[in-house]
């Protein structure tokens, strides 16, 4: 396996982790401090993990929130990270999609056979 496969199984696989998906949707409206991602993760463990590993791949990068004198840190996308969420949104969208046209064509399925 080549190191760009295996940097994008890295990726995947921090995604699916706990609290994964939940950070990167959260972080698309604007960045977030810590304590911010912690409540929507609800876990201090896998959000520590999970920031490490997107800021490793690149997915995320440091920023300072000017919400203090001195500022405060917090996480943000980077274009890569935006597009990654991107992608994950138009998934969701085509597997919901696909699964509400499986539902009519079961639904048509069963009235077909509720005639005969």
Not at 45 to 73: A, C, H, M
């Given at each position: 396996?080549?190191?760009?496969?295996?940097?994008?199984?890295?990726?995947?696989?921090?995604?699916?982790k706990?609290?994964?998906?939940?950070?990167?949707?959260?972080?698309?409206?604007?960045?977030?401090?810590?304590?911010e991602?912690?409540?929507?993760?609800?876990?201090?463990?896998?959000?520590?993990?999970?920031?490490?590993?997107?800021l490793?791949?690149?997915?995320?990068?440091?920023?300072?929130?000017?919400?203090?004198?001195?500022g405060?840190?917090?996480?943000?996308?980077?274009p890569?990270?935006?597009?990654?969420?991107?992608?994950?949104?138009?998934?969701?969208?085509?597997?919901?999609?696909y699964?509400?046209?499986?539902?009519?064509?079961r639904?048509?399925?069963?009235?077909?056979?509720?005639?005969?």
């Amino acid at each position: 396996m080549s190191q760009q496969s295996s940097k994008y199984r890295n990726m995947l696989e921090s995604i699916a982790k706990k609290g994964g998906l939940e950070i990167l949707i959260s972080l698309k409206s604007s960045p977030k401090k810590w304590g911010e991602l912690e409540k929507t993760v609800k876990e201090k463990k896998s959000v520590s993990y999970r920031l490490r590993e997107f800021l490793n791949l690149g997915l995320i990068q440091i920023t300072i929130i000017r919400d203090t004198p001195t500022g405060s840190k917090a996480y943000e996308l980077t274009p890569l990270g935006k597009k990654i969420v991107k992608h994950i949104e138009e998934m969701e969208k085509e597997f919901e999609r696909y699964h509400k046209g499986l539902s009519k064509g079961r639904k048509f399925i069963e009235e077909v056979m509720e005639e005969e």
